[in-house]
């Protein structure tokens, strides 16, 4: 006779979990259950083309740990996909390898700039959820 597990997943609503963040109300840590949290000190820079985006890179200790551990969920172009938070803003997000710099990019859009009130080469402390 065979047997059959089935695993079920639960899928939780992050759009509403980051559009209620932006309401002031607190975040539910029990929603990224299950996901390797990660804390570090990094400096945001702009990338050199025109109008370029605004990143942090991960330090090398981290990247090559969740190369090692985690490279299986990399989709297109090392994109790996994750939270992030800076102070009290935490948002969907991904992380893309970058093979010159040899470590993850996180990206780091204008409203989150904004609200936390970033400048390039400020030291930001970080998390991840991966």
């Known amino acids: ?16 979990l980051i559009a209620s963040l932006n309401c002031g109300n607190k975040l539910d840590y029990s929603l990224l259950k299950g996901k390797i949290k990660y804390d570090y000190d ?28 985690l490279k299986w969920q ?8 994750a939270f992030a938070k800076i102070g009290e803003i935490i948002w969907e997000t991904s992380i893309w390898f970058d093979t010159k710099k040899d470590t993850y990019i996180l990206p ?3 409203e989150i700039r904004k609200k936390s009130k970033l400048k390039i080469d400020q030291i930001i402390q970080m998390s991840i959820w991966i």
């Open 1 to 16: 006779m065979i047997k059959f597990i089935v695993l079920t997943f639960k899928f939780y609503p992050f759009k509403k």
């Open 42 to 69: 990094a400096k945001m820079w702009q990338h050199a083309s025109p109008g370029g985006w605004y990143f942090v890179s991960l330090p090398k200790k981290l990247s090559i740990e969740i190369r090692e551990h």
């Open 74 to 81: 990399e989709e297109g172009w090392g994109r790996m996909k």
């Open 108 to 110: 780091i859009k204008a």
